[in-house]
């Protein structure tokens, strides 16, 4: 599908801004609304293309600073394990697209409610230090399957760093590593089926201006209000959009 119609332009670009607006008040939800939102009009392969390079540029935005390298030596296990993921999956949302994207739209619906769900009951698993060499990994292949099939990249790895009881800083900073790997894991698995035609790439590079905008403006915002009501109303759209993705893709498939 060309991006070429003014109103559709208009309706991405409000939607990067808007996703930024919400990375920049809690520290995540680009993907989560761009993906669930343009889901609405565009194949999941287009979608996931337009949302690689204000993704990549928002989490180094977000990762910047000290104490990166003793972070990443952590979260390792986790990250390999996500691109290996991304890799089995290579190729879903491109083949999604060329023979129908009915289970691909049920797929992303039912990552998005999950991820709702268990922010809004407020559950909080711990990981102690001594399981993070094995569970991180599988929670890293999880979360790539995840990727690979819908573009969304938060499902489990976000609950995943929230058991592993970092500091508030560093929960962000940790999530924007996970989702800078996944990004890049993304790209690559779009780009070798053919799914990031040039088109798409320029396109993807002009969604990176509303997307930090928005993200600059959610930042004000983070340091002048409390962030928990913001949060569990993005969850409250989140569930209501995923529900709706979800219920579309069903009955596409049926």
Known sequence: MPIDN??????????????????????????????????????PAQAAALLVVPSLLTNVWQVAGSGMTALVRRLLPMLAGLCAGVAIGAGWLASASAHGSGWVAGALGAALVAYALLGLVRWRPHVAPRHEPWLGPLAGVATGLVTAATGVFVVPAVPYLQALGLARDELVRALGIAFLVATVALGVALGSHGALPFAMAGASVLAVVPALAGMACGQVLRRRVAPEPFRRLFLSGLLALGGYLLARGVLASA
Not at 7 to 30: E, H, M, P, R, T
Request: aromatic letters at 8%; zero cysteines.
């Open 6 to 43: 003014m109103s559709l332009l208009v309706f991405i670009a409000a939607v990067f801004a808007l996703g930024g607006f919400v990375k920049g008040v809690i520290g995540l939800g680009l993907p989560t609304i761009t993906m669930g939102m343009l889901g609405l009009s565009l194949p």
